[in-house]
């Protein structure tokens, strides 16, 4: 259930903070927020799947220490982002 490369590039032309930029941090949290996503819609139907459910809470891990991180440098973007994907900060 990789990113499909269509996928990936979408949401770093949404996310990109300039034009040559397709690993900073918010576009990491963009996609690992889109990869949660779909985790979370995989075990809503295959609840007993344990190794997605640990996937699932490693992503959502590092989630949380990029958004620490980018909320460490620059708040507004911070909160910028976490409207922007629709997630608690």
Do not use: C, W
């Not at 344990?50 to 220490?65: D, E, P």
């Amino acid at each position: 259930m990789p990113l499909l490369q269509e996928r990936k590039q979408e949401i770093i032309t949404e996310y990109q903070q300039h034009s040559n930029d397709n690993g900073s941090a918010t576009v990491q949290v963009a996609m690992i927020t889109d990869r949660i996503n779909q985790i979370s819609a995989h075990l809503k139907l295959h609840n007993k799947d344990f190794s997605s459910r640990r996937s699932l809470m490693k992503l959502i891990g590092q989630r949380k220490r990029l958004l620490a991180y980018i909320r460490s440098h620059s708040v507004d973007t911070y909160r910028e982002l976490t409207a922007k994907l629709k997630i608690r900060g």
